[in-house]
């Protein structure tokens, strides 16, 4: 499955969620049990949680998480995803995730650059931010224990006070993700783009 023109797309466009499907036979024998587990192990969860953690670090920076981050040239190939020189999400023991570094002043200026805040119904976020001079707090999470959780201030980019709490099971994150995804849209009353 092409991630990135699926998941990644639709998530840059604004949707508001999506539905992930396949054929029962992905489950009928031990041996596609386990290549599916494997699969949701190294590249779907992780990537998920990429995606998610990026948009609501840009829906809460830039849009005070009162829209969402949508690409201000549609035609372009810019994606809401954590920068892989700065983040990775990682599979530990017990099928838990961590994540491994944190987000920096340059990785939410290329968000300002390629991205603007499109705000749910009867919102105001138009409240602009100069991620190059502001303190930036960033309290996120993917789910109820997947969260980034960091200061960045742009006069001491060096070394932000960070505290990193990210482990979850990665049985059904998928499921209860888009669950998430479906609550809070329903709860502002915003419309799904495809």
């Known amino acids: 499955m092409d991630l990135v023109n699926t998941i990644g797309e639709t998530t840059s466009l604004g949707a508001s969620g999506m539905i992930l499907w396949g054929s029962f036979n992905l489950s009928q024998t031990v041996d596609t049990c386990r290549k599916l587990q494997g699969y949701m192990n190294t590249t779907l969860n992780p990537y998920i949680i990429n995606v998610t953690l990026a948009a609501k670090m840009c ?66 976020c138009e409240k602009k931010v100069n991620v190059e001079t502001d303190t930036i707090y960033i309290n996120v999470c993917a789910s109820k224990n997947v969260c980034l959780r960091t200061v960045l201030n742009p006069r001491n980019a060096t070394s932000p006070n960070s505290t990193r709490e990210i482990l979850h099971s990665s049985t059904s994150l998928v499921l209860f993700l888009l669950f998430l995804i479906v609550l809070e849209n329903e709860r502002f009353g915003m419309q799904t783009r495809l």
């Open 59 to 124: 829906s809460q920076v830039f849009c005070q998480e009162k829209g969402v981050c949508t690409r201000k040239d549609v035609n372009t190939e810019s994606y809401l995803h954590l920068n892989p020189i700065h983040l990775t999400v990682e599979l530990v023991e017990n099928g838990q995730f961590t994540i491994k570094g944190e987000p920096t002043v340059e990785d939410l200026k290329l968000f300002a650059d390629h991205f603007i805040c499109s705000c749910f119904a009867n919102m105001a």
